[in-house]
């Protein structure tokens, strides 16, 4: 008969070393890649309860090691355009050890869609220091959407085990929701769509017709390099911080205010991208104190 408990107090630090690595290289792939998470990565290792609790269930015969899911990792996404690239990441970087098409749910099934891949880690690995001795550890990702999350951990509240005493009328019920929460994807994606293919004819206006526009990082983005002679590094993050700063700061939301408060009033002679921001901020500081006198002056006449 297997010691549960003792086997568990004996690997548990030992996989929660292999979690936080697993954890580490998960988070800077998907930044590397660019992909919008709803939350930080989630990780967990299972409860001793919940191990026994398994064990149990499926007349466990040799050792706790043999379940894939003692440690597991939870990615939730923004649009549901990155499940397949996010697959491919993990699967590239990790050894996949399932099927991830037999995981999801069923068209009729009723539950929800999230991904669910058994990684390892590869051969070649279990030789560096990071990820000395977990050669042959299993760890479960799930992948979901944001409205996909929402389901589970909603479904997972009210039904956990219960499923098969759920009334019809309820079924019918929860299926409209599973339905309506689809449709919430859907929509975030073609909206998503629509925005990127506005920013990408932003790009294709003439300066006259920005001009004419509200402040958005794309606008931000065609004031600062023509006003600067293209010294200003437009790098996305940078550009999409400093754009919302001006707007939040300054209060400046229509584009051609902030071409008339930095056209030709800084020398740009010498100057590096940094520099350049710092003397736009300078100017947009005069501005502010300006408004905020003139402000002033009429509080007092009052």
Known sequence: MI???????????D??????????????????????IAFDVLGRTKSLESIIE?????????????????????????????KEKVVELLCHEFKLLNDPSKTQQKPDSFGYSSIHLILGIKEQWASTPDWEGHAGKKIEIQIRTVSEHIWAETSHA???????????IIKRDLSRVSA???????????LKQQVEEHFNNVKQLSYEEILKMDLNSETFRRVMLKNSNDIYDYSDYKNKELSSRVEH????????LLDTLIAGNIDISGLNSSQYVDKVISLLEQYKEGINKSQQDKDKQK
């Open 249 to 256: 700061d300054y209060n400046i939301v229509n584009i051609n």
């Open 54 to 82: 398994k064990a149990q269930r499926v007349d466990l015969k040799k050792s706790i090691t043999d379940f894939h899911d003692i440690v597991g990792l939870r990615i939730v996404l923004l649009f549901p355009e990155f």
């Open 15 to 36: 996989y929660d070393d292999f979690l936080n690595e697993v954890m580490r290289t998960v988070g800077k792939l998907l930044t590397r890649n660019q992909i919008p």
């Open 158 to 168: 009210l039904f956990y085990k219960r499923e098969e005493n759920i009334p019809n």
């Open 3 to 13: 010691d549960i408990p003792n086997e568990y107090l004996k690997i548990k630090s």
């Open 180 to 190: 309506l929460l689809e449709v919430v994807d859907e929509k975030l994606q073609s």
